[in-house]
Every structure is written in structure tokens, then in C-alpha cells.
T-cell receptor
């Protein structure tokens, strides 16, 4: 089943923070986060594994709550380059593939 | 190191025509997959492969076939194109099915008229 992302869209000023949430109705083994700019391919940001710790990548970090089957992506002091659509992908660890949410559109204004 | 290469980048088909979308990776990834992306729908899994000779269906497999004769190549075949197959198609690969992020190709924009 497709994970649910929130919010659907967010507009920020440069330097502001953002949180994007991803929620699943099934037990999760891992959560992936990707960013896609218009007309381009999705780009891998990070993966969070069951039993793993919170991950960080420069000013972008994420958490994974296994019990609640939720993940959140944190963008701190946003930069213009952070604009794009963010997708979470979830998998249960079995034979199924990675299932993506519908995406969160992030617009950073100067 | 080219990563994941998809061809063609654009294609227009008439209803009922068949074609093959090519996908090749040079990273020695075992896991490969095909997704379609439609406005407001996110990315939906069509087919995937965990290694040469092994393929399986994803969420939306109808109308598509795949094969995996080598580790590098994973072509997607449209058997009889329909307007509902108008979409952007992405091939993605990973070192293995679990535990690693995916590398996506640049996509094929397909229009069926």
C-alpha cells in the first residue's frame, strides 16, 4: 500500500526549516527518501533501516519510528537548491518492491 | 561510469504498436526495476528483477513484459500500446533489493496517441 506523505506542498523562505512526514499502514523494514527536480530523475538522499539510528546528510536529516510506521525528513536552514519534490519510499522487507508516496512539493523562495 | 542509461528519452507511439524501452547499468547492481510516473500518482512499480534470469511483477504489470538475460540490461516491452500507458518511465537499480538506495535513469517520456 502506498505510504501517505504530508504536507502535499510547502513554500518556505530561504533559511527556514521544513519537516516532511511519511506514514505507512504496514510494518516497515526500511524507508527511503528521494528528491526530484522538475524534468529530472529522482535522486537518492538517504535510507533508514529497521533498528537503525537517525541519519543525517549535511542539513538534511531523517528519523524512522518503527512502532508507528512513520518517518520524517528534516530540512534545516533551507537553501534554494532544496526546491523540488520529495518522495518517501517504503518496503516491508519481503518480496515486495519499494512503494513510493505521492510526493511533497517544496518551494524555496529567496 | 555511466550509471543507469535509458533509451530513448522520448517516444511517440500509435495505439496498438509495440516497443521496447532499454535500460542498462554499469555498476554491477543485482536489483533492477521499472517505474512509471504519472501526475499526482507518484512512482508506481511495474516489474522488478533481483538478478539475471529472475523477474517478478510489481503493482501495475499489465501490458508490460520484462526479461533479464544479463546483470547489466533490463528492457521493458510494451506489447500493444494504449493511451493509458502514456507516462514517464524510470528504470532504477540497486546493489541489492534491500538495504541500499536506488539509482535512477534519466527517464523515457512516452506518448501513445
Amino acid at each position: 500500500q502506498q505510504p501517505v506523505q504530508s504536507p502535499q506542498a510547502v513554500i518556505l523562505r530561504e533559511g527556514e526549516d521544513a519537516v516532511i512526514n511519511c506514514s505507512s499502514s504496514k510494518a516497515l523494514y526500511s524507508v527511503h527518501w528521494y528528491r526530484q527536480k522538475h524534468g529530472e530523475a529522482p535522486v537518492f538522499l538517504m535510507i533508514l533501516l529497521k533498528g537503525g539510528e537517525q541519519k543525517g546528510h549535511e542539513k538534511i536529516s531523517a528519523s524512522f519510528n518503527e512502532k508507528k510506521q512513520q518517518s520524517s525528513l528534516y530540512l534545516t536552514a533551507s537553501q534554494l537548491s532544496y526546491s523540488g519534490t520529495y518522495f518517501c519510499g517504503t518496503e516491508g522487507g519481503g518480496a515486495d518492491g519499494l512503494t513510493f508516496g505521492k510526493g511533497t512539493h517544496l518551494i524555496i523562495q529567496p | 561510469n555511466a550509471g543507469v542509461t535509458q533509451t530513448p528519452k522520448f517516444q511517440v507511439l500509435k495505439t496498438g504498436q509495440s516497443m521496447t524501452l532499454q535500460c542498462a547499468q554499469d555498476m554491477n547492481h543485482e536489483y533492477m526495476s521499472w517505474y512509471r510516473q504519472d501526475p499526482g500518482m507518484g512512482l508506481r512499480l511495474i516489474h522488478y528483477s533481483v538478478g539475471a534470469g529472475i523477474t517478478d511483477q510489481g503493482e501495475v504489470p499489465n501490458g508490460y513484459n520484462v526479461s533479464r538475460s544479463t546483470t547489466e540490461d533490463f528492457p521493458l516491452r510494451l506489447l500493444s500500446a494504449a493511451p493509458s500507458q502514456t507516462s514517464v518511465y524510470f528504470c532504477a537499480s540497486s546493489y541489492e533489493r534491500h538495504n541500499y538506495g536506488y539509482t535512477f535513469g534519466s527517464g523515457t517520456r512516452l506518448t501513445v496517441v
